[in-house]
């Protein structure tokens, strides 16, 4: 296991599943429930869109304050996208678990970049924004497409995600004072 220090060569081990200790209990929840949703909506691996809709599914205080900068509501958000991304020709009972092999080239892409972005910002695990921020920003994100047509920007996006994340970490920070 890395140390703080050192660096972390892949967000995968080498059999291919994804490097759990690499993010926050919240992103793992995030992700677990992309996996579901994913199995839901009758897909055989999980995409990016599904990232979202496990963001959505289970947001945590920042991923709330990006709702509400945006004045969307996070469950109606995400019946919406699983709506638009449910095959009805789809997978029944897809078999389905956080492992290389089971993510999409863009999910694999999107973790790595979210990984780096936390490093960027100093920390050891993947946050539920890094995973948001990472996603509105990545080259042809069909989430960032799915708001581009109704007039909303990435940019936009990922100014009121990074506007929330500062929010929450300016929280939580206040919070590890008021309990020292």
């Given at each position: 296991?890395?140390?703080?220090d050192?660096?972390?060569?892949d967000?995968?081990?080498?059999?291919?599943?994804?490097?759990?200790?690499?993010?926050?209990?919240?992103?793992?929840?995030?992700?677990?429930?992309?996996?579901?949703?994913?199995?839901?909506?009758?897909?055989?691996?999980?995409?990016s869109?599904?990232?979202?809709?496990?963001?959505?599914?289970?947001?945590?205080?920042?991923?709330?304050?990006?709702?509400?900068?945006?004045?969307?509501?996070?469950?109606?958000?995400?019946?919406?996208?699983?709506?638009?991304?449910?095959?009805?020709?789809?997978?029944?009972e897809?078999?389905?678990?956080?492992?290389?092999?089971?993510?999409?080239d863009?999910?694999?892409?999107?973790?790595?970049?979210?990984?780096?972005?936390?490093?960027?910002?100093?920390?050891?695990?993947?946050?539920?924004?890094?995973?948001?921020?990472?996603?509105l920003t990545?080259?042809?994100?069909?989430?960032?497409?799915?708001?581009?047509?109704?007039?909303?920007?990435?940019?936009?996006?990922?100014e009121?995600?990074?506007?929330?994340?500062?929010?929450?970490?300016?929280?939580?920070?206040?919070?590890?004072?008021?309990?020292?």
């Amino acid at each position: 296991m890395a140390t703080p220090d050192e660096s972390v060569d892949d967000i995968f081990l080498p059999g291919g599943r994804l490097r759990l200790d690499l993010l926050t209990d919240t992103a793992v929840k995030a992700l677990h429930e992309s996996v579901r949703l994913a199995r839901e909506t009758r897909w055989d691996s999980v995409r990016s869109p599904h990232v979202f809709m496990g963001l959505l599914a289970v947001p945590d205080a920042s991923v709330r304050n990006w709702g509400e900068r945006l004045q969307a509501d996070l469950s109606n958000l995400l019946g919406q996208f699983q709506e638009l991304f449910h095959q009805d020709e789809g997978e029944d009972e897809a078999v389905l678990i956080l492992n290389r092999e089971f993510l999409s080239d863009n999910v694999i892409h999107l973790l790595r970049d979210a990984h780096n972005r936390a490093q960027d910002h100093r920390r050891t695990q993947i946050t539920p924004m890094d995973l948001l921020i990472s996603l509105l920003t990545m080259a042809n994100s069909i989430v960032a497409e799915c708001f581009q047509r109704i007039g909303v920007t990435a940019a936009k996006l990922t100014e009121l995600a990074v506007l929330a994340e500062h929010k929450g970490s300016g929280d939580n920070e206040r919070g590890e004072r008021a309990t020292k």
